[in-house]
C-alpha cells in the first residue's frame, strides 16, 4: 500500500504518517516535493516530484509562443498577489489565469496557455508560508516554456538556477529579468532546451513511478 502525499510538513501529513505507520497500514510514503522539512525521520517515506501527463504538457506541434509572460494559478497567496502587482504597476503585461478551484480553468486549457508562453512564473511560498517545489516547475519545463521561479532552496534539490531556470530575489529583479529574457531570446532557448531535457531525461512521469516501484521491490 503506497499513499501519495502532495505537501507535506510539520501540522500536515506528518501525524497521519506516524499513525498509519503504527497500524502498519503503509509500506510506503510519496510526498511530492522536495522540502524534506521535517523533523522527524521516516524510513519508509521518499520524496520526488508532481508527475504530470505528457498528453497535457508538452511543447507546442506549430505556431508560435504568442504570450510573453504568464502566470497560471490561484492568486489568493499574498506573495503571488505582491508581484503580479508590482508586475502590473511597472508596465509588465503578464497573463494571468486560473485556478482550477477558483475559475474552473480546464487542464487542457491551463497546459495549452502554458505551451504558448514564452515565460512562465512561479512562486514557491506554500499555504504557511514555507517554500515548496509546486506541480507548476515541471508543468513549465515539460511544455518548453522558461520558468522564472523566485530564489529558494528546494527547487535546487532537482535544478540549476540559470542552467534549467531563471530565479529572480524581489519585485525589480523579477522585472529586470523579465526584460532581459525577451529581449534575447537565443539565451532564454538555451536554457528553455536544457530545462526540458532535464525533466525529459530525470524526472517525466515513468521515471517518477520506476522510483516509486523500485522501492517496493516490484518492475514498472
Not at 521516516?42 to 508527475?51: D, S
Not at 508590482?86 to 494571468?96: A, C, M, Q, T
Amino acid at each position: 500500500t503506497v499513499f501519495m502525499w502532495p505537501d507535506v510538513f510539520e501540522g500536515w501529513g506528518s501525524n497521519e504518517i506516524k499513525d498509519l505507520n503504527n497500524k502498519n497500514y503503509a509500506d510506503l510514503h510519496v510526498c511530492w516535493g522536495a522540502e524534506k522539512n521535517l523533523d522527524v525521520h521516516y524510513e519508509n517515506l521518499i520524496w520526488l516530484w508532481a508527475p504530470q501527463d505528457a498528453s497535457l504538457y508538452h511543447p507546442l506541434n506549430s505556431g508560435t509562443q504568442d504570450l510573453d509572460v504568464s502566470f497560471l494559478g490561484s492568486t489568493r497567496y499574498s506573495e503571488r498577489q505582491t508581484y503580479l502587482n508590482y508586475l502590473v504597476k511597472n508596465g509588465i503585461s503578464v497573463y494571468i489565469d486560473g485556478g482550477q478551484r477558483e475559475k474552473g480553468l480546464p487542464p487542457s486549457k491551463y497546459a495549452g496557455l502554458m505551451r504558448r508562453s514564452k515565460i512562465s512564473l512561479n512562486f514557491p511560498a506554500g499555504p504557511e508560508g514555507n517554500d515548496q517545489c509546486k506541480g507548476r516547475v515541471w508543468e513549465i519545463l515539460a511544455s518548453k516554456s522558461l520558468l522564472l521561479e523566485r530564489k529558494n532552496q528546494p527547487i535546487k534539490n532537482y535544478l540549476t538556477p540559470d542552467v534549467h531556470y531563471v530565479e529572480f530575489d524581489g519585485e525589480q529583479d523579477l522585472v529586470k529579468k523579465i526584460n532581459y529574457y525577451l529581449s534575447n531570446s537565443d539565451e532564454r532557448q538555451r536554457i528553455v532546451e536544457k530545462g526540458h531535457n532535464e525533466y525529459m531525461k530525470k524526472y517525466n512521469s515513468k521515471e517518477f513511478w520506476r522510483s516509486v516501484m523500485r522501492e517496493v521491490n516490484c518492475d514498472l
